[in-house]
Antibody, heavy 122, light 108 residues
Framework: EVQLVESGGGLVKPGGSLRLSCAAS????????MNWVRQAPGKGLEWVSS????????YYADSVKGRFTISRDNAKNSLYLQMNSLRAEDTAVYYC???????????????WGQGTLVTVSS | EIVLTQSPGTLSLSPGERATLSCRAS???????LAWYQQKPGQAPRLLIY???SRATGIPDRFSGSGSGTDFTLTISRLEPEDFAVYYC?????????FGQGTKLEIK
């Protein structure tokens, strides 16, 4: 069974930093591109960042470019999101989500974690 | 960036009825790269449809997707109590991928 479990969320002051983690199991993590998608309270979904299976290709939404860094450790079956210079508008539930392709990119999301809440407030 | 507009914002129906949800794109979605997700309160989104009309693994056949170009539809043929949720469309034919704002399907 595919499982994605996020952790690392919490309350942080504007300008602060936070590192999110996503532990994957039930599939060959190193074969799949992975993503972060966020959802502000009561709002819709917003793609944040994507990373290819070998970390060769990385993409960011304009809203987080230069502030967030996505990475992965295939030996630990883990995905990360380092978030710096946080703003109030970054407040959201952050989901890690798997790309369905085991040999490239399809750019939609077939499995999602339960999410971790990040609150940016003074 | 492709903007997806979903309508209606809220749809009130009864179990057993047919639901038709619309997703309109600001420009053509290449190769019908359009997905639909269901989200219940406090839960993560769940993939229902990809490629505009292909059901994801384990999705009941009462869910169907159709459309091409700029107009897409998710149809639920006979609503079950567990189908009342928020539904999002997502295009993945152009970068960045984008989502619609959602349609809330509520019990009448």
């Amino acid at each position: 069974e595919v499982q994605l479990v996020e952790s690392g969320g919490g309350l942080v002051k504007p300008g602060g930093s936070l590192r999110l983690s996503c532990a994957a199991s039930g599939f060959t993590f190193s074969s799949y591109s992975m993503n972060w998608v966020r959802q502000a309270p009561g709002k819709g979904l917003e793609w944040v960042s994507s990373i290819s299976s070998s970390s060769s290709y990385i993409y960011y939404a304009d809203s987080v470019k230069g502030r967030f860094t996505i990475s992965r450790d295939n030996a630990k079956n883990s995905l990360y999101l380092q978030m710096n210079s946080l703003r109030a508008e970054d407040t959201a539930v952050y989901y890690c989500a798997r790309d369905p392709s085991s040999s490239g990119w399809l750019y939609y999301f077939d499995y999602w974690g339960q999410g971790t809440l990040v609150t940016v407030s003074s | 960036e492709i903007v997806l507009t979903q309508s209606p914002g809220t749809l009130s129906l009864s179990p057993g009825e047919r639901a038709t949800l619309s997703c309109r794109a600001s420009q053509s979605v290449s190769s019908s790269y359009l997905a639909w997700y269901q989200q219940k309160p406090g839960q993560a989104p769940r993939l229902l449809i990809y490629g505009a009309s292909s059901r994801a693994t384990g999705i009941p056949d009462r869910f169907s997707g159709s459309g091409s170009g700029t107009d897409f539809t998710l149809t639920i043929s006979r609503l079950e109590p567990e189908d009342f949720a928020v539904y999002y469309c997502q295009q993945y034919g152009s970068s960045p991928v984008t989502f619609g704002q959602g349609t809330k399907l509520e019990i009448k």
